[in-house]
């Protein structure tokens, strides 16, 4: 899929940039070797209801703390938590450290559901790991529409909670 994704990042999309880096597992590792780029930097969280029937793959801004109870009340999902490894590679395609709005790729059953926060809707450009977390992509508002549109994706935008 790290084909299909840089095929279609050369052939599909219009403005991105793409960084090479040391590996970032963390947000404090971005900031340190992710080198200045354009776009908001985001945190992706995979996360699931109680039962394990919902699987959302959140992103918000990075310095976003968020309450995850309250976010489970606005999308009426029970008991939101981290999904593991395990579910992760199943929906997603992915170890842990390399999450991004990119994995939606291979969730061709759209069994995710993407949950944007505003702020990361309306932003000119966002960041994202292109599969792998040693390159970040930066890509424009439109590169992210067309993105979705190629995936099937509809974003649910909403202003995620945040822990105060």
Known sequence: MQETLSRWLASS??????????AVHT???ALNHVPAMSGLMVKNLFV??????RHFLVIVPFDKRI?????????????LSMASPERLMQHLGIKPGSVSLFALIHDGAQAVELVLDQAVWEADSMQAHPLRNTATVALSHATLASFLAHTGHVPRIVTVPAIQ
């Open 67 to 79: 309450d995850l109870a309250a976010l489970g009340r606005l999308l009426t999902a029970s008991k």
């Open 13 to 22: 999309a219009g403005d991105y940039t793409l960084v090479e880096h040391p």
């Open 48 to 53: 699931r209801d109680e039962k394990g029937r």
């Open 27 to 29: 947000i404090d590792e």
